[in-house]
């Protein structure tokens, strides 16, 4: 996002637990990877505002993110989906939160998880990470892999030197972090 984000986040009841306890702080959870991933192409053109108002809705709608369950969505759970006024109905959306999720299940059973993939890859340059999403996902553009990686701590940029809670991301060795040290 930008330091603007790390000013205006903490007075904010949706951005502030958001900014304080999860953007930037590295996860191997596949059930949070996968759910950000799903967020962040749910933000694409709408406000992140927008979907954290929606997340709970997210989270019911998508199994609560349980990757198995959503990877075996048929057309009755696109409909359901599509009809459900708590989350984005976009069909574009909606089937790529499918087929990735499928894809994921592909990735985690050959490489144990989702994160253990990303560590395979890392680090690379925000191109490399824009074209291997490209080639592996649906609907995963340029600021969608940036914001998802960024995210999670796979490429740095979630906070200004000067918030605070630049301190406590780094204190968990984000993989970004752990790749500059090694140059």
Not at 52 to 80: C, I, M, S
Not at 125 to 142: A, D, H, I, Y
Not at 167 to 176: H, T
Request: with cysteine; aromatic share 10%.
């Amino acid at each position: 996002m930008s330091e603007a984000y790390c000013i205006a986040a903490p007075d904010d009841p949706f951005h502030a637990p958001y900014h304080g306890t999860e953007y930037g702080f590295p996860s191997r959870d596949d059930r949070v990877l996968f759910e950000r991933l799903v967020l962040e192409i749910n933000q694409a053109g709408l406000s992140w505002l927008t979907i954290l108002k929606k997340r709970p809705a997210f989270t019911a709608a998508f199994a609560g993110w349980d990757l198995d369950r959503v990877a075996a969505f048929d057309d009755r759970d696109v409909a359901r989906l599509l009809a459900d006024a708590g989350i984005i109905r976009n069909r574009l959306k909606v089937a790529a939160a499918i087929t990735n999720a499928q894809r994921l299940v592909a990735l985690r059973d050959k490489h144990g998880s989702i994160a253990a993939w990303l560590d395979l890859h890392h680090p690379l340059p925000k191109e490399g990470w824009v074209k291997l999403f490209r080639q592996t996902f649906v609907f995963t553009g340029g600021e969608i892999v940036n914001e998802f990686l960024m995210s999670l701590g796979y490429l740095p940029g979630a906070h200004a030197e000067s918030c605070p809670i630049h301190a406590q991301v780094m204190a968990q060795n984000p993989p970004w972090s752990r790749a500059e040290r090694k140059v």
